[in-house]
């Protein structure tokens, strides 16, 4: 489903985020891709949502070179992955309840789709009380899985976690990782990038490793190994 | 289609009341740039109108001895009718001018005194000319010049006026070319404030559009909000400089009068009142419409 073809990313005065990663990830799984700060997960979750683009290699997403999206099809391409990132970036203007429903109103869903679908989102992740408090009313947990709800929403293809424990206590941290083991057990590709050893260690599934920017290990039941 | 402009018009509005702090400011940015137009627009008018009035009043008057003949008077008022230059030529008779005089200053005793003891008429027959344009009274009076008639004329009113007249000319044009170049340099700095400002606003939503795009949400929906923000500051900052606008003119009105008595301000308000409200709301929505397009664009790049 995804393919990373030997991607190297290098940012001005040298600095390689990137180098020579090679890996594919198929459909409905559940890859971890862990490393120390700095070790390039968010730079690779970047290039995944064409955020940035590498400076050598090529990235498919079903078949379709990233690199070719133009620009004008790039939002179109964004609306097939949900994002969670370690900030949350929810829109402090919105409700949480406008905030999940922005997912669906981009990609132009009816009013009774939005009606129906963002109360029973909200109610998976537990924040239905909260439906009419603006992010600043949340607390981190509540806002992480605010922003979960809003990236499986509109039923994409795989999700992104970019760190989404790094701002939560360990009781919150495990209530997030088992949400997103529960949307990848429904059927949706999940890549998670983290730091978090007991995390990684407790779920038994597929870790990349990343030293430096380059891939050292990838193991099927992998461990948290640096 | 219909959906996604009713979804970007209601986030605009709710934006519009949400962001209370910065389209307060951006109102009131707005605002001095719509009362820079209004005021700039007014004072062209009011200064033209104004011009127009002093240049009416230029004129100049031909009197004829006393020995001087009707006939060759009429003779000469058809000769001078027929310079282009020249709009108008009225004859006042002697009789004409002592009649005007006392019923102008029929009240004043001590001036009709002096005219009874005088008594005979004291009053010259006179032609009095207009010209169609403020600067071709120096034609008509090269013209009386080399005129036939010139031994029937006793005096020319315009010799003892045409300083004051040039004056006011020169003056007159010179309001105007400052105008112009007043106009041009203080347009340009209300438009680059009123810019910044709304670039500035839009800076602190940065992040905001960022994840918007990251969520998969095209240009247009997210530049719409802030291009209807961008309308409803305009709107909003139009109403209230009309609103202004018509109380300093309704009250100021009846004290500019005793100053100037040919000048109604309030009257040429409600008769450009069309074209005043198109300036503030054109000015308004285009300002606060493109300043916002402008400024979101450098954020959708990514």
Not at chain 1, 157 to 186: C, F, W
Not at chain 2, 61 to 76: C, H, Q
Not at chain 2, 166 to 195: C, D, G, P
Request: proline fraction near 3%.
């Amino acid at each position: 489903m995804i393919s990373f073809q030997h991607v190297t990313k290098i940012y001005p005065r040298n600095t390689i985020a990137v180098d020579d990663v090679c890996f594919d990830v198929e459909e409905k799984e559940f890859v971890s891709v862990v490393g120390k700060s700095g070790a390039g997960k968010t730079t690779l979750l970047k290039l995944l949502l064409a955020e940035e683009k590498p400076t050598q290699g090529e990235i498919f997403f079903q078949g379709k070179s990233i690199n070719e999206i133009k620009p004008g099809n790039l939002p179109e391409f964004r609306r097939e992955i949900g994002a969670v990132f370690q900030d949350y970036k929810l829109l402090p203007s919105k409700t949480t309840h406008e905030n999940v429903a922005y997912a669906l109103e981009v990609i132009g869903a009816s009013d009774q789709e939005i009606a129906r679908d963002v109360p029973k989102v909200l109610e998976i992740v537990g924040l239905t009380e909260k439906a009419n408090n603006f992010p600043e009313e949340l607390s981190g947990g509540e806002k992480q899985r605010a922003a979960i709800a809003r990236a499986l929403i509109h039923r994409p293809e795989v999700i992104l976690a970019d760190e989404p424990t790094g701002n939560l206590d360990p009781y919150h941290s495990l209530g997030i990782i088992r949400l997103l083991l529960k949307i990848q057990e429904m059927g949706t590709t999940l890549i998670l990038a983290t730091h978090n050893r007991e995390i990684i260690n407790s779920l038994g599934k597929r870790v990349v490793t990343l030293e430096d920017g380059r891939v050292i290990r990838d193991e099927r039941r992998g461990r948290f190994i640096l | 289609m219909f959906t996604s402009l009713k979804r970007v018009i209601r986030s605009g509005w709710q934006g519009f009341f949400r962001d209370g702090g910065l389209s307060i400011a951006t109102v009131f940015i707005l605002l001095l740039t719509i009362t820079l137009a209004t005021s700039l627009f007014l004072f062209h008018g009011l200064s033209h109108l104004l011009i127009s009035s002093v240049e009416e009043k230029a004129d100049i008057s031909l009197y004829f001895k006393e020995e001087a003949l009707e006939n060759d008077i009429f003779e000469f008022r058809e000769e001078l009718a027929r310079i282009s230059e020249v709009k108008e030529v009225k004859y006042i008779s002697q009789e004409k001018a002592l009649a005007d005089f006392t019923e102008k200053h029929k009240d004043n005793p001590v001036l009709m005194a002096s005219l009874a003891e005088v008594g005979r008429n004291p009053f010259l027959a006179s032609l009095n000319i207009i010209a169609s344009e403020p600067g071709q009274y120096q034609a008509i009076t090269d013209f009386l010049e080399t005129s036939d008639f010139t031994a029937l004329i006793e005096k020319v009113d315009y010799y003892q006026r045409r300083s004051v007249i040039e004056r006011i000319f020169s003056l007159t044009s010179t309001i105007n070319r400052s105008f112009i170049f007043l106009s041009i340099i203080l347009s340009l700095v209300a438009i680059l404030v009123t810019f910044n400002t709304i670039r500035l606003a839009i800076y602190n939503s940065r992040e905001e559009i960022k994840i918007q795009r990251l969520v998969g949400a095209g240009s247009w929906f997210i530049r719409g909000p802030f291009l209807v923000q961008g309308v409803l500051a305009g709107i909003l900052a139009a109403l209230i400089c009309l609103l202004t606008f018509s109380l300093i003119i309704w009250s100021l009105s009846p004290r500019v009068e005793t100053f100037f008595t040919d000048l109604d301000i309030s009257q040429f308000f409600v008769t450009n009142l069309w074209q005043i409200i198109l300036i503030q709301f054109v000015t308004g929505i285009l300002l606060g419409v493109i300043s916002s397009f402008l400024a979101t664009r450098r954020y959708l790049k990514i």
